[in-house]
């Protein structure tokens, strides 16, 4: 069957402005965006820039704007778009580095300032930290993100405060402070309680409607400010409570 490919195309070191172009593309139904995606870079344009490892809905590095929503391309079967005509973009909010390939250097670097990783300083009675499966079913969704920063996209906030932690990092300073073994939630806790962390969310979910993996950022999001105003003495934007 025929689909018509609309793509944003621009390189910023040659072009004044992004631009659409229309491909053709011979697919079965059940293939995916980034088949097709392949199909015209191997066969139409070699040109084309975009992002993608592991076809799978797991490495999180094809997200885009496609038919008017955020999207991994891996994972979008095209009979489910129930239209010939798929529109793809890069993801919004971010800057361009050629055509559907965007610079992801600012969000990952608000991911690594919430400390994304295990803080466990004590020695453990019989050398290991066991979970009970309580423990670890209340951090099972937030484990799951793919970093795809699809909701950091997403989220309206980003595009206004350039500083703001945003949703995927917010979620992953929660998948820590929400560990039963992690003993860094004072230290993680302090780094997301400003004007550039869980107080500038407002809430507007767009983050959670677009998780390709299901999660809910504005959730974990609202346990972290739970956890700050139960802390005895907290401290909020610097000034003792
Ligand atoms: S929370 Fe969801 S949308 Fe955000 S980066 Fe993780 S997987 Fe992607
Ligand atoms: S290619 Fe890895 S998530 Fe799509």
């Known amino acids: 069957m025929q689909f018509k490919f609309h793509i944003q195309r621009y390189d910023p070191s040659s072009d004044w402005a992004p ?3 229309r491909y053709l593309v011979e697919l079965d139904p059940l293939a995916t965006v980034l088949d097709g995606l392949h199909k015209i870079q191997e066969q139409q344009d070699g040109s ?6 592991c076809r799978s809905a797991i490495c999180g590095s094809c997200a885009m704007y496609i038919n008017g929503t955020h999207r991994l391309a891996c994972k979008t079967i095209i009979k489910s778009l129930r239209t010939k005509n798929i529109k793809v973009g890069p993801l919004p909010r971010l800057t361009i580095i050629k055509d559907l390939a965007v610079d992801m250097g600012p969000f990952f670097e608000k991911v690594e300032r919430i400390m994304p990783y295990l803080v466990a300083n004590s ?9 009970s499966i309580e423990e670890r079913r209340a951090i099972n969704e937030m484990i799951d993100c793919i970093m795809c920063g699809a909701c950091y996209s997403a989220c309206p906030i980003v595009g206004l405060d350039k500083d703001y932690l945003g949703p ?9 402070v929400g560990d039963s073994r992690d003993e860094g939630a ?18 507007i979910f767009n983050c959670q409607k677009v998780c390709p993996k299901s999660i809910n950022p504005t959730w974990s999001i609202q ?8 802390r005895p003495s907290w401290v909020i934007f610097g000034r003792k409570g």
């Open 168 to 176: 995927a990092a917010l979620t992953k300073a929660y998948r820590f």
């Open 186 to 203: 004072g230290e993680r806790l302090s780094l997301v309680n400003n004007q550039h962390g869980v107080w500038r969310c407002h809430t």
């Open 123 to 131: 020695s453990p009675p019989k050398g290991e930290r066991p979970q």
């Open 223 to 230: 346990q972290l400010k739970k956890r700050l105003t139960r």
């Open 19 to 21: 631009r659409f172009e």
């Open 48 to 53: 084309l820039c975009f992002r993608r490892s």
